[in-house]
């Protein structure tokens, strides 16, 4: 660890730093590349096919974006966020991606070293967050091309490992590798701790030992241990002007409340079909794999199952014919292996004869018990029960943040107190251009945690964020 971030990282250290960002996924990285003083200029002679977002483009020529009127450039465009900052930095960086072109980025960068705001990056994992965590295999939702973060894209990479895009998209083990790379690459690694767990993170007060002359604003402390090689934890506790929530949502994932959900063959992540595969616990001949869920964590669970050729009962609440369900929101062009899964959960159930062979699907069942002896007890659509012998169960309908470390578990910061935090129906309320807590100020949010939900659009929370910090520390007292 170099001895800038030891020296902040030890409990003695009571100089603050300005910016600790705690999630090290696609949102981190991209803040970081940004704080590290790399600044995005519009190329000169460069013209954007959106003549609103041209004519203000010219306005400003040679002025960064970091440092024009983020509010003033996105009014006015359309897509598939609902964040007017999301929308214009994807604009910029993918100029006609919406209507299948591919124009290079309108935007050149400069490193400006003189403009980098130090910073440290928290991460439990490698640099790339969750996506380490995700079964290497799997391809992503979202187009390859829409993986990328600032001045280098995926395809490129791709090319010079000799891999590339299947049907435009990339593996999720790619894209992990991508991210951690890029970190190196860009010389951002000197801000990255790894294996750094989080446990509070509160508002500091003048007698914690910082000089009511260098706390113009709240200053906060946040703790938390770093785990070594050997599982051992070493405590640490540092002092930042302004912190950074980008930690994503898959940290807690969703349970049903029933009886039997803590058994040991119950779980809560595709990472233990893939252990159980390994160990030769479930096989081919094994009974039936249960995967409870409809969207397209359930759907990769089915996928990866039957690749290995294992049995599987798949239940889920909804009609097959619901049109909120997600396959219904997806081209089959694009994703055929999803619509294949939805194909096979309309043509399928489990009191019918099967036309696909070691495939079960449960359309409208509620699942009320899991028994020790590896039974799974239903009720069925028209409120009679149902019993089903398994090897194990997969529960994957969803995941919810956790922010045990703020204070009410952040519960003060959403948009409605009175609802539990969702990042698709009750994010953290932020300013749109600045993403800065509305009811916190020096706190931030990216992400899923402020309502953007796919890499593609997290980057403008990110550059939201870094035009909020870098006016900050041009306006701090020498």
Known sequence: ?????????????????????????????????????????????????????????????????????????????????????????????????????????????????????????????????????????????????????????????????????????????????????????????????????????????????????????????????????????????????????????????????????????????????EAALRAGTVNPNSDPVLIVGAGLSAADAVLFARHYNIQVIHAFRRSVHDPGLVFNQLPKMLYPEYHKVHQMMRDQSILSPSPYEGYRSLPEHLPLLFKEDHQAVFQDPQGGQQLFGVSMVLVLIGSHPNLSYLPRAGADLVIDPDQPLSPKRNPIDVDPFTYESTHQEGLYALGPLAGDNFVRFVQGGALAAASSLLRKETRKPP
């Open 1 to 273: 660890m170099s001895s800038w971030k030891h020296n902040y990282l030890r409990a003695s250290s009571s100089e603050p730093l300005p910016v600790v960002i705690i999630g090290n996924g696609p949102s981190g990285i991209c803040l970081s590349y940004l704080l590290s003083g790399h600044i995005p200029y519009v190329k000169p002679g460069t013209i954007h096919p959106h003549p609103l977002l041209q004519r203000k483009l010219a306005e400003a020529p040679g002025v960064s974006i970091l440092d024009q009127d983020l509010e003033y450039l996105s009014e006015g465009l359309e897509g598939r966020s609902q964040s007017p900052v999301a929308l214009l930095f994807d604009a910029l960086l993918r100029p006609d991606t919406d209507f299948g072109g591919s124009m290079d980025s309108v935007l050149s960068w400069k490193q400006q070293k003189e403009r980098a705001v130090p910073h440290l990056v928290l991460g439990r994992n490698l640099p790339g967050g969750a996506w380490h965590s995700i079964e290497g295999s799997m391809v992503t939702l979202s187009q390859g091309q829409w993986m990328s973060l600032p001045d280098l894209q995926v395809k490129d990479w791709l090319r010079k490992k000799c891999r590339g895009l299947r049907n435009s998209r990339a593996t999720a083990g790619d894209i992990a590798h991508y991210y951690r790379d890029y970190v190196t690459k860009k010389g951002l690694l000197h801000n990255f701790v790894s294996g750094a767990i989080v446990t509070a993170v509160e508002q500091a007060k003048s007698e914690h030992g910082i000089p009511e002359a260098q706390a113009p604003s709240p200053l906060f402390q946040v703790k938390g241990y770093l785990t070594a090689k050997d599982n051992s934890h070493q405590p640490f506790s540092l002092w930042a002007r302004n912190v950074v929530l980008a930690t994503g949502t898959l940290d807690n994932p969703a349970r049903l409340g029933i009886p039997g959900e803590t058994l040991p063959f119950v779980h809560h992540e595709l990472s233990a079909l």
